[in-house]
């Protein structure tokens, strides 16, 4: 330290107390290096790809090599849309680049609003409150409409930021196995002993690919007297006779109190989300939702390219029936080509291994053929669940789901996968 200090004698004692700090952040910097060495050697540690063109079907790094993308959640093709593009441009030409507030100061353009009324028409909901992020609009939706007296019951297999909704809020805690309706029963019974009830669930869950039962949910809900609050992130564009998501597939439309939802997938993949619903509940969230309240307007290129998002699933189902057969496809040959495929009422596919270094074995295997997708296993599915999830897109043309079948057999034989 006496090194720092003779460098430091000109400084104030606030810089030098800066200075010192290094000494604490030693052993702190330790503790993270250990940390960061112990993720390593679970083989847990994250790496990312660096790509070096649009995200779409096929990519390219920043090696000049190519690969065919099957783990984006880009399901209706429309990272890299031409339409999308030139919406946004015309958008920041109209209503320049950023906002410098939040909605409710000097935040709001009409395009912000015409957005608002695009999800709200593709939803058929009353209104829409538009967030930075779907994980914001989880995160700002409970604690402002429920207290202590009140009883959140929530899927076990919800997503990360439903999760930390929940837990911003007093309510009291339910949970149920995913989508067991028994157990959901139960905690419905029991939290008769609260005011409201709200049960909250994703629509489609990321790993396995199965919808939640919100016929059956809605029916409970009604039984018991419960909101039924759920997020539509992987389920919106892609499920439902015109991918309108979970309410048209199970056509329980007006029975749904709260959707969620994210800009970052099907809708064009960029960022964004909205919590959409009825009226009282919308307005309520504006006045009282933290991340809206003080987290900043969403961009103008942003809304103006959703709104053409929306635009584009309004005149044609096209891409969404695209994707339906893009997923028939290749379901259909991975099961008659032997392997093990839960089964899936959604674009994404998961093929099951089972074992762990296996699950990362064979993702590294599909990249060195050019394939992308994802080895997950424990925690982030079950014990003894691993797996390698492929998420299908409308982007993708028979020649690449051709090309990631082909790689699934030859890396599925090498690996003793399948005969
Ligand atoms: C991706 C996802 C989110 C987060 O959406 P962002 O807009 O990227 O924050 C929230 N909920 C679910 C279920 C998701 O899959």
Redesign the pocket.
């Known amino acids: 330290m006496t090194i720092f200090y003779e460098k430091c004698s000109g400084f104030s004692i606030f810089e030098t107390e800066l200075l010192t700090n290094i000494d604490m952040y030693g052993k702190f910097q330790k503790h993270l290096s250990d940390e960061l060495a112990a993720i390593k050697e679970a083989g847990l540690y994250k790496n990312e790809r660096n790509i070096a063109s649009p995200q779409s079907a096929e990519i390219t790094l920043e090696d000049g090599s190519k690969a065919l993308n099957f783990c984006a959640?880009n399901y209706l093709g429309l990272a890299d849309n031409p339409r999308i593009v030139k919406a946004a441009k015309a958008a920041m030409e109209e209503r320049g680049y950023g906002m410098s507030s939040v909605r409710f100061i000097c935040g709001t353009q009409d395009i912000h609003k015409r957005l608002e009324k695009a999800i709200s028409d593709f939803f058929k909901t009353e209104d829409t409150i538009l967030y930075a992020?779907?994980?914001?609009a989880?995160g700002g939706v409970f604690e402002p409409l429920l207290t202590a007296d009140d009883a959140i019951i929530s899927d076990s297999l919800n997503?990360a930021?439903?999760i930390d909704g929940v837990r911003l809020c007093k309510a009291v805690r339910y949970r149920y196995a995913n989508a067991d309706m028994a157990e959901l029963e139960r905690c419905l019974q029991e939290a008769q002993a609260q005011r409201f009830r709200i049960i909250c669930t994703?629509g489609v869950f990321?790993m396995d690919g199965n919808v939640a039962p919100m016929d059956k949910i809605c029916d409970l809900a009604e039984k018991y007297d419960a909101l039924v609050m759920v997020?539509e992130?992987?389920s919106a564009g892609v499920v439902g006779p015109r991918g309108r998501g979970v309410a048209e597939l199970y056509g329980c439309y007006g029975r749904i109190d709260i959707f969620?939802g994210?800009?970052?997938?099907a809708f064009g993949g960029a960022?964004?989300?909205f919590t959409t619903g009825r009226k009282e509940i919308i307005d309520m969230l504006r006045q009282r939702s933290r991340p809206y309240l003080f987290s900043n307007s969403i961009p103008a290129m942003i809304a103006g390219a959703a709104i053409e998002t929306f635009r584009i699933l309004d005149e044609s189902d096209e891409l969404h029936d695209r994707l339906v057969s893009n997923v028939s496809y290749f379901r259909d040959r991975m099961l008659a080509a032997g392997f093990d495929i839960k089964p899936t009422q959604s674009a994404i596919c998961a093929v099951m291994l089972y074992d762990a270094p296996l699950s990362q074995k064979f993702a590294a295997a599909m990249a060195r053929e050019g394939i992308f997708v994802t080895g997950f296993y424990y925690p982030v599915v079950p014990k003894g669940q691993a797996r390698i999830r492929v998420q299908l897109s409308a982007a993708h043309k028979k020649e690449h789901l051709d090309k990631a079948i082909e790689a699934f057999v030859k890396v599925g034989k090498e690996l003793g996968v399948i005969k």
């Open positions: 959640n992020s779907c994980f914001d989880n997503h930021s439903i994703d990321s997020d992130s992987h969620t994210t800009l970052g997938k960022v964004g989300g």
